[in-house]
Nanobody, 120 residues
């Protein structure tokens, strides 16, 4: 069992930035960020492995950056040039496999979520 606590969400103007944090009791091989907007399916955003290999869903490349502090077990998501369409609840997650992807079914523990609202 991995305990995850998300924080850093808030309300920002379009074009602004936020940095989300996820404090984890420990890291698994694959740590990731997902989001869910009202009326939409849960969507993978980015993942990072213990070795620092990261990947992003196509929509987020160039605007979002995932990083981690392995010593402190903190996962980050830097979000820049935010758009109203980015408004969603954002969740960090810990994977349960020896590989990494953005298939939500492979993640076993989830943070409580932090709300991001982007104003137009």
């Amino acid at each position: 069992q991995v305990q995850l606590v998300d924080s850093g969400g808030g309300s920002v103007q379009a074009g602004g930035s936020l940095r989300l944090s996820c404090a984890a009791s420990r890291f698994t091989y694959c740590m990731a960020w997902f989001r869910r907007a009202p009326g939409k399916e849960r969507e993978g955003v980015a993942y990072i492995t213990t070795g620092g290999t990261s990947n992003y869903a196509k929509s987020f490349k160039g605007r979002f950056a995932v990083s981690q502090d392995n010593a402190k077990n903190i996962l980050y998501l830097q979000m820049n040039r935010l758009k109203p369409e980015d408004t969603a609840m954002y969740y960090c997650a810990a994977g349960g496999r020896a590989y990494c992807n953005l298939d939500s079914s492979t993640f076993v523990d989830w943070g409580q979520g932090t709300q991001v609202t982007v104003l137009s």
